[in-house]
């Protein structure tokens, strides 16, 4: 496989589950993201980790628990979630440390599709 | 508050027209911009860049324009095909910060 992939592409859970999104890159890269997107709102950055350190976390509830184990996976763990929590969640990955100026391109997964009961 | 910001939603275009997608930014240490297309049920996808030292960059039929005074950058298209019928997004970030902040996306389609 080559670029980023995502599993699993769509998933409803209820309220009280526990779920885990998988997100891999066959790039190469040290940067990995976690993206929101809800309608008719722009992309929301949700965590970033650079070289398996997290080094951004953009105010998200506490429900959202990311890990990233190497460069190449990063994890969503998903628990007691409320309705509003849902959305397309985006996995993107880059070249290098955002830091270095946030400007690397960033290459997107397709997106896990979720839905809260 | 939204920083970027695509206003149309939606675009409709006559085939082999030429497509102009807009997009304007608030923050004006913003000093790098990228366009992202965005089929349904697939990710975004990288489609060109153009840094603030440009006030245009081309690939092909593509052409990203960057207006600094104005703080607005268009992407067109010419000519348009109807494969370009897409969501695209625009995306803008600054050197001294960590992140790429989004428009809303504007939908595109390309009438036969």
């Known amino acids: 496989e080559t670029g980023v992939t995502q599993t699993p592409r769509h998933l409803v859970m209820g309220m009280t589950n526990k779920k885990s999104l998988k997100c891999e890159q066959h790039?190469?890269?040290?940067?990995m993201y976690w993206y929101k997107q809800s309608a008719k709102k722009p992309l929301e950055l949700m965590f970033v980790?650079?070289?398996?350190?997290?080094?951004e976390n953009n105010s998200v509830p506490s429900r959202f628990s990311p890990e990233c184990p190497n460069s190449s996976h990063l994890f969503l763990h998903l628990h007691t979630l409320q309705p509003e929590d849902s959305a397309l969640y985006l996995c993107?990955?880059?070249?290098?440390?955002?830091?270095?100026?946030?400007?690397?391109?960033?290459?997107f997964g397709p997106g896990t599709r979720l839905l809260v009961l | 508050d939204q920083q970027v910001k695509q206003n149309s939603p939606s675009l409709s275009v006559q085939e082999g027209r030429i497509s102009i997608l807009n997009c304007d930014y608030t923050n004006s240490m913003f000093d790098y911009f990228l366009w992202y297309k965005k089929y349904p049920a697939e990710g975004p996808t990288f489609l060109i860049s153009?840094?603030?030292?440009?006030d245009k960059n081309e690939d092909g039929r593509f052409t990203v324009f960057l207006n600094k005074s104005a703080k607005h950058l268009s992407l067109h298209i010419v000519p348009s095909q109807p494969g370009d019928s897409a969501v695209y997004f625009c995306a803008a970030s600054a050197h001294t910060g960590n992140q790429f902040y989004f428009g809303t996306g504007t939908s595109l389609t390309v009438i036969p």
């Open positions: 980790y650079n070289f398996k350190e997290q080094t």
């Open positions: 790039l190469g890269h040290n940067a």
């Open positions: 993107a990955s880059s070249q290098d440390n955002p830091l270095a100026g946030g400007q690397e391109t960033q290459y």
């Open positions: 153009i840094s603030s030292i440009k």
